[in-house]
Structure formats: C-alpha cells, structure tokens
C-alpha cells in the first residue's frame, strides 16, 4: 500500500504559476506510475500529467507546454509545476498512485488540494 499527501493549492490569478506536490509513503521506486489528476465541479476526473518509474512523461494536451511533472526519489516526491495558469484550471487536483502486479493493479488516491485560478 502507499499514503498519498497533496500539498501546494491556493488561489492565484490568471497567468501565475503554482507547484504541487505529492508526498508517498514508500520509495518512488517502487511504484510503478505517478500521476496528478484533477476534478472541476460537475466534471469528471482527468488525466494533467503523469510520470513512469522509468521517468516517462505524459500530459493531457490542455496543459502541454504550461505543466511539468516531476519527481524527486530521494524526497518520495512528485511534483506538478503549473505555471500560464487559466481560470479553467481550477480545479481539486489530486495525486495518484498505481502498483503493478502480476494479474492486477491498485491504485492509490491523494486527499486533493484545491487549485483557484481567478480571472
């Protein structure tokens, strides 16, 4: 299992840059993937960006060239840089893990942190 811990929301105005963060309980190593995903009210969850153990990134394309997803191993660390931000960012981001196993895999949730972005 892993403990997900979110932190760095806050409101900022269009165009401002934020940096999440997203602390595991257990080496980064050993997870398989790590990804941020967010959810804006009455919309449902969606990808923003993820990263591999191998250190392979993807992102949503709405976020592409604005976001960088990062992870730091010796923190247990993934981040999520945002910067060029839009109203329509906003949104409770959240934090994702997922382990791999042989026939199966889990996957593990943050609490979220809320990200406002005035216009």
């Known amino acids: 299992q892993v403990q997900l811990v979110e932190s760095g929301g806050g409101l900022v105005q269009a165009g401002g840059s934020l940096r999440l963060s997203c602390v595991a309980s257990?080496?980064?190593?050993?997870?398989?993937?790590m990804g941020w995903y967010r959810q804006a009210p009455g919309k449902q969850r969606e990808l923003v960006a993820a990263i591999t153990s191998g250190s392979r990134t993807n992102y949503a394309d709405s976020v592409k060239g604005r976001f960088t997803i990062s992870s730091d191993n010796a923190k247990n660390t993934v981040y999520l840089q945002m910067n060029s931000l839009k109203p329509e960012d906003t949104a409770v981001y959240y934090c994702?893990?997922?382990?791999?196993?042989?026939?199966?895999?889990?996957?593990?949730w943050g609490q979220g942190t809320q990200v406002t972005v005035s216009s």
């Open positions: 994702k893990a997922t382990l791999l196993g042989l026939k199966s895999s889990d996957d593990y």
């Open positions: 257990r080496s980064i190593f050993s997870i398989n993937a």
